[in-house]
Structure formats: structure tokens, C-alpha cells
């Protein structure tokens, strides 16, 4: 790839972007668009790295509903090291009792880095606020989740296969003084049938506020697959922008 385009592929994908729009006062919809990148060009070789994230979303009072996308794409010295691809709609239905919720999922995943040709996960669970105030929130919830995966395990042998996953994830969202935001989700989903077999996720934020529309950011987000005996780790950095309307 010529040096310009690498340096345009740079300027595009370096800075996310992130428009929301609130409709009325019991029905907010939002949008979301994020695009982050890296390159690295020596001697010895080129290494860049591409990450794009879109969301939709529905809230209301008694219920809220997301559909999201990410792709993450990357070469090193022309061979290809990530293509990783997530679609996912979730929905939680809130109840009468304080601070408790339902929730539901499906997540469709394909990834070269952690050797998915196919997988699909769908369940649902409940979930408990342990703090919600405006500048803290913590959350805790559990559910089953069903597996459906196609994967390529370390030894070059295909795996299919089906199972059910315990889904527990922690949330917390620390906001400081309306200028520093900290946020972060963990997944562990182990098999029912098998401790060994596991799913981890963890997707970390720490952003600054430079104004109402525009904030500095960075990300880190590590996966492991137990079963295919690999991970990935993804570390990006850039601006936000917001946009109510």
C-alpha cells in the first residue's frame, strides 16, 4: 500500500465520531458512529489497524433496545491479523421493583484473531443496579445464554458445536464532576457443561470532556475463547463527538 494512502487510511479512521438524538421526553432515540485506527511504518515493515463501531438505539421508560456493529480489521507486513466482525441487539424490560431488570441478547460474532468462523449466542437473564445515582453506576447481572459455534482450534481442526453458557457481567460507570468519564463491562460465560470452556470480555473507557460536543478518548478491549486457546487485545485512542437534536 503507498505511503499516502496509509497516512489517508490514518487521517479517516483516527478520529471516532458519535451523534445522538433525543426525539421526546419518553422516547430517546440514539446514534452512534466510532472509528479508531493505527500505523506503523519502519524499516522492517508496516503494521496498521482499523476499528469501526456503529449503534442504534431505543429508550424509553419501560424498556430500552440497542442493535450494534463492530469490525475490526488489521494487517502486519501484509498478512492479516484481524478481521474481526459483531453484530448484536439487546433489550433490557425494566420492573416494578427498584433498580431490577430483565435482559435479553443476540450476538452473532466472526473473527480471525480468535479463530471464529461462526458463532451465535442468544439468551437472556436478569440484572440488579447495586448503585445508580448520576455520577455512579454499578450493575451486576446473570442469565443462560445458548452457543452455536464454528470455530478452527490450534491444531488446524474444525469445531462445531453447541452449548450453554452461564453469562454473568459487570458494569460500572464513574463520572467526575461532568468532565471525566470511566466505564467498563466484563463478561465471563462459562459452559454449563464444562468450567474449562470459556468465554471473557472486557471493554474498558476513559474519556475527557473538552467541550460540550467534543471529548478526548481511549479504549481497551481484551477478548479470550478458552476453546480455540486464543485471544486479542486492542488498545485506541482519539476524539468523540456528540450531537444532540
Given amino acids: 500500500m503507498p505511503v499516502k494512502s496509509l497516512y489517508l487510511l490514518f487521517l479517516l479512521y483516527f478520529v471516532p465520531f458519535n451523534i445522538s438524538a433525543q426525539f421526546s421526553d419518553s422516547t430517546h432515540y440514539s446514534v452512534n458512529y466510532a472509528t479508531t485506527g493505527s500505523i506503523n511504518k519502519t524499516n522492517d515493515g508496516n ?23 463492530t469490525w475490526v480489521y488489521g494487517k502486519q507486513d501484509r498478512q492479516l491479523t484481524n478481521n474481526d466482525f459483531s453484530s448484536a441487539l439487546d433489550f433490557n424490560l425494566y420492573s416494578s421493583l427498584p433498580h431490577f431488570f430483565y435482559w435479553g441478547l443476540a450476538n452473532y460474532n466472526t473473527s480471525k ?36 459455534s464454528d470455530l478452527m482450534l490450534a491444531d488446524g481442526v474444525q469445531d462445531v458445536y453447541q452449548t450453554y453458557r452461564n ?15 470511566i466505564n467498563n463491562s466484563t463478561f465471563f460465560q462459562p459452559s454449563l457443561k464444562k468450567w474449562e470452556d470459556y468465554n471473557f470480555r472486557s471493554d474498558s473507557g476513559l474519556s475527557f470532556k473538552v467541550s460540550k460536543w467534543l471529548s478526548l478518548t481511549t479504549a481497551l478491549n481484551y477478548n479470550r475463547v478458552s476453546r480455540t486457546d486464543r485471544e486479542n487485545l486492542l488498545f485506541t485512542y482519539g476524539l468523540s463527538f456528540e450531537k444532540f437534536f
Fill in 47 to 69: 503494521t496498521y489497524l482499523l476499528n469501526n463501531a456503529a449503534k442504534f438505539g431505543i429508550k424509553k421508560k419501560a424498556f430500552n433496545l440497542n442493535f450494534s456493529n
Fill in 113 to 148: 484473531s480468535l479463530m471464529i468462523n461462526n458463532q451465535l449466542l442468544a439468551g437472556a437473564g436478569v440484572a440488579y443496579s447495586i448503585y445508580d445515582r448520576k455520577n455512579v453506576y454499578v450493575n451486576i447481572s446473570d442469565g443462560v445464554l445458548f452457543d452455536s
Fill in 167 to 181: 453469562s454473568l457481567r459487570l458494569v460500572f460507570k464513574v463520572t467526575i464532576k461532568e468532565f471525566i468519564v
